[in-house]
Nanobody, 113 residues
Framework: QVHLVESGGGLVQPGGSLNLSCAAS????????MGWSRRVPEKRGLIAAL??????IYDNSVKGRFFVSWDKAKNTVSLQMTNLKPEDTAVYYC????????WGQGTPVTVTA
């Protein structure tokens, strides 16, 4: 089983930036994709992902503003968030795909003036 721990969430003003990080431990040798999702009261969905050997995939709502990176040597995945908007307010979850999907506990991000 893969254990994921997120960090870096917090409060930021509109237009600001925030970096999220996620550390993976446990049975990590089978991970073939990592990424981030977020949950708002109405829905939860994957917003950024990296698959081994592939290019980053982004939801249209964050394309051009969010950037995902995966350091396989350190078993970490990061999400650089720029030009944040109030509608980006959500709980952000780290995701890893191996034999089964794994999710972190989540880290809250609040974008408000």
């Amino acid at each position: 089983q893969v254990h994921l721990v997120e960090s870096g969430g917090g409060l930021v003003q509109p237009g600001g930036s925030l970096n999220l990080s996620c550390a993976a431990s446990g049975v990590i040798f089978g991970i073939n994709a990592m990424g981030w999702s977020r949950r708002v009261p109405e829905k939860r969905g994957l917003i950024a992902a990296l698959v081994t050997g592939g290019s980053p995939i982004y939801d249209n709502s964050v394309k051009g503003r969010f950037f995902v990176s995966w350091d396989k040597a350190k078993n970490t995945v990061s999400l650089q968030m720029t030009n944040l908007k109030p509608e980006d307010t959500a709980v952000y979850y780290c995701w890893a795909a191996a034999l089964v999907d794994s999710w972190g506990q989540g880290t809250p991000v609040t974008v408000t003036a």
